[in-house]
């Protein structure tokens, strides 16, 4: 669970270890958690510059940026990531994402295609690879496959210790589909974990605000 008391064991950790970069990713994730992109960045940017490569950290930081409100700096990110992974899902399904705001749907949708491809070949060699159900159901529906999303996600949740992102992707295909209440279990199972989500937490409005205009 991402909390105060997790950023402050972070830094006093880093206070100690001040160019730990792995424990600067860590805390710029918990501070996004918090929805404090600003201070996120700062922890990414100083990573990068101690020489931290990873498709993970441009990721986190193209997503950091989208929600300080910068297309153009969260596309740099992502674009960083798949130089470095050209095959990295979130960063694909993000940089997907980013393109369909853009209105660019044929470059959206060869991004969502290329993940589907990807985790269908990982599942053809391992076909209960949690992660691979995972975002092969988020890309999915991301490019408007809504029964071959809920398929690779009900499978992912009945698989041991399921993440939260199951039930983030599973709820908001739930909610496409018109089962509010079904959706709404999914987002406050994630929030018990991950209470302070804001993608959950906007998806759990929307989804409560269904119910209350069904029963109207």
Known sequence: ???????????????????????????????HRLADNERAIADYDRAVTLGLQSAALHNDRGVAWWHRGSDARALEGFNAALELDPDHPLALINRGDLYEKRGDLTRAATDFERVIDVQTAVLQERPHDL????????????????????L?????????????????????????????????????????SDPHNPIVQSLRDSATAALENKAE
């Open 1 to 31: 669970m991402v909390s105060q008391d997790a950023i402050e064991t972070l830094t006093r950790e880093l206070a100690a270890d001040p160019d730990n970069v792995g424990l600067l990713h860590a805390r710029g994730r918990a501070w």
């Open 131 to 150: 992660a691979a159900l995972t975002m092969r159901g988020a890309a999915a529906n991301r490019a408007g496959r809504l029964d071959d999303a809920l």
């Open 152 to 192: 690779d996600l009900n499978r992912a949740a009945e698989l041991p210790n399921p993440t939260t992102k199951v039930f983030r992707h599973r709820g908001e295909i739930l909610l496409k589909l018109g089962r509010a209440a079904a959706a709404l279990a999914d987002f406050d199972r994630c929030l018990k």
